[in-house]
Nanobody, 119 residues
Framework: QVQLVESGGGLVQAGGSLRLSCAAS????????MAWFRQAPGKEREFVAG???VYADSVKGRFTISRDNAKNLEYLQMNALKPEDTAVYYC?????????????????WGQGTQVTVSS
C-alpha cells in the first residue's frame, strides 16, 4: 500500500501564492507518476498537474509541479491564485511512465487539502 498525505492548503487572497506538499510513504515503485487533482463544490474532480510538465490549461503559467526524491515529497507551487482555484486539492499516484488525466487511472489518493481563494 501507498500512503499519500497532502498539506499546505489554506485561505489566501486573490493574487497570492500557496505551496502544497504531498508526502508519500509505504510501498515503492520503480516507475510511477504523481499528479494533482482538485474538486470544487458541486463539480467533478479534475486534473491540475502531473508528471513534471503536464498542466491543465486553467493553471498553465501559474502552477508548477516539482519533486524532492530524497524526501519522497511532491510539491505544487500555486501563484497568482484566483477565486476559481478554490477547491480541495488531492495528490494521486499511478504506476507507469505516462501522466493520465482521468481519476480512474490513479491507484492511490491522499485525503485532500482545502484551498480557498478570496476575492
Amino acid at each position: 500500500q501507498v500512503q499519500l498525505v497532502e498539506s499546505g492548503g489554506g485561505l489566501v487572497q486573490a493574487g497570492g501564492s500557496l505551496r502544497l506538499s504531498c508526502a508519500a510513504s509505504g510501498r515503492t515503485f520503480s516507475v510511477y507518476v504523481m499528479a494533482w487533482f482538485r474538486q470544487a463544490p458541486g463539480k467533478e474532480r479534475e486534473f491540475v498537474a502531473g508528471g513534471s510538465t503536464v498542466y491543465a490549461d486553467s493553471v498553465k503559467g501559474r502552477f508548477t509541479i516539482s519533486r524532492d526524491n530524497a524526501k519522497n515529497l511532491e510539491y505544487l507551487q500555486m501563484n497568482a491564485l484566483k477565486p476559481e482555484d478554490t477547491a480541495v486539492y488531492y495528490c494521486a499516484l499511478r504506476q507507469g511512465v505516462t501522466t493520465k488525466f482521468g481519476i480512474h487511472e490513479y491507484d492511490y489518493w491522499g485525503q485532500g487539502t482545502q484551498v480557498t481563494v478570496s476575492s
